[in-house]
C-alpha cells in the first residue's frame, strides 16, 4: 500500500513501491510565509516633520574639548573616601566613574591594591580595557565567570558574583582578601529580585578595613540604604547626592521601516503622533495575514 498526497492509502498496481523521497519532500513543503510588512511606496515627510528633525539632531557630535574642571559632588566623595565608605548617587553621565578613576590612581601610587565590580560582563569587559589603557595593561586583571588574566594584578575589574565568591572562598580559608577597596558600580542591583542577594552578601562579608564606595544613578531611600550599610559593616558610611537632570541629555527617536526618522515626542514632551500611522499600517499587515 502507498500513501497519497492526502494520506489515504492507495493501491499500486505494480506491486509494492519504494517510498519516492522526493515526492515526499515535495508534498511535505509548507507554504511560504506572507510579507511581514506591506510593500507600500514611502510617504514623503513633510516640511513640518523634517524640521522635528533637524531639531532632534541639532548639536549632536564631538563636544569641545575642554580642561576638565571636578564637580564640587567629586571632590566631596574624593575627600570623603579616604575616612569613610562613600554611596554616590548622580544621574547617568555626571561622572561618578571619575571619581573611582581617581581614588584608584592614588592607591596604585601607593602600593595598595582595589577591586571594581559590575554586575555585567560586557560592562566588566569595557571597564577592563578602559582601565588598561589609563593604568596600564599590567596593573589591571579581570576576573568573570568565563574569562580569568592577570589576576594577581593591583587592580582587579570583575563582575560582583566573583568578588562575592573570594570573600566567601576567604572566609572559609581564614584568610584576607587581597584588597584596600572596593568599587560597586551600579550598586542598585541590591534591589534586584533574584540577584540582589549578591550584593548584600558582598557588604555584609566585606571586612571594614577595605573601604567602599557605591555608585549608582537610580538607587533609592539613598539616606536609608547607607544606614544599613553603615550598621553590618560597622563604618561611617557618606552620602553624596548629586541631585538634577543628566548632563548629558538623551534624544529619543524612531526609525521607520521606510528609513525615516521621527522624533518619539513633539515639542510639548508627549507622543509624536505621526508614529500612529505605522502602528495603522501594522494592523492592516496582520489582517492581510
Not at 93 to 121: C, F, H, M, V
Not at 141 to 149: F, M, S, V
Not at 174 to 201: C, N, S
Amino acid at each position: 500500500m502507498a500513501r497519497s498526497r492526502y494520506g489515504s492509502r492507495r493501491r499500486n498496481k505494480d506491486g509494492p513501491q519504494k517510498h519516492n523521497r522526493s515526492s515526499s519532500e515535495r508534498y511535505d513543503k509548507r507554504r511560504l510565509a506572507a510579507e511581514s510588512s506591506a510593500n507600500t511606496r514611502p510617504t514623503p515627510p513633510t516640511p513640518a516633520q523634517n524640521q522635528a528633525v533637524e531639531d532632534l539632531l541639532a548639536g549632536i557630535g564631538v563636544p569641545e574639548q575642554k580642561p576638565l574642571k571636578p564637580d564640587d559632588f567629586q571632590l566631596e566623595a574624593l575627600a570623603a573616601i579616604e575616612n569613610e565608605d562613600v554611596l554616590v548617587t548622580a544621574p547617568t553621565g555626571s561622572g561618578k566613574t571619575w571619581i573611582a578613576r581617581e581614588e584608584i590612581r592614588r592607591l596604585l601610587a601607593n602600593g595598595k591594591k582595589a577591586w571594581y565590580t559590575t554586575p555585567l560582563k560586557a560592562l566588566t569587559n569595557s571597564k577592563y580595557v578602559e582601565f588598561s589603557e589609563e593604568f596600564g595593561a599590567e596593573n589591571v586583571g579581570i576576573l568573570t565567570g568565563d574569562r580569568k588574566e592577570n589576576a594577581g594584578a593591583p587592580l582587579i575589574v570583575g563582575t560582583t558574583e566573583i568578588y562575592r565568591n573570594q570573600l566567601f572562598d576567604a572566609l572559609r580559608g581564614g584568610e584576607q582578601v587581597d584588597t584596600d577597596f572596593v568599587i560597586l558600580d551600579e550598586a542598585h542591583y541590591l534591589a534586584d529580585e533574584e540577584r540582589g542577594h549578591v550584593w548584600e552578601e558582598a557588604i555584609i562579608l566585606s571586612p571594614p578595613r577595605i573601604r567602599m564606595l557605591l555608585l549608582s544613578a537610580t538607587v533609592g531611600r539613598a539616606e536609608q540604604f547607607a544606614r544599613w550599610i553603615g550598621d553590618v559593616r560597622g563604618t561611617s558610611v557618606r552620602v553624596i547626592n548629586r541631585a538634577g537632570s543628566r548632563p548629558v541629555e538623551l534624544r529619543a527617536g524612531y526609525l521607520s521601516h521606510n528609513l525615516q526618522l521621527y522624533p518619539l515626542f513633539n515639542e510639548e514632551g508627549m507622543f509624536n503622533r505621526d508614529l500612529e500611522q505605522f502602528t495603522a499600517e501594522r494592523r492592516r499587515s496582520f489582517r492581510r495575514r
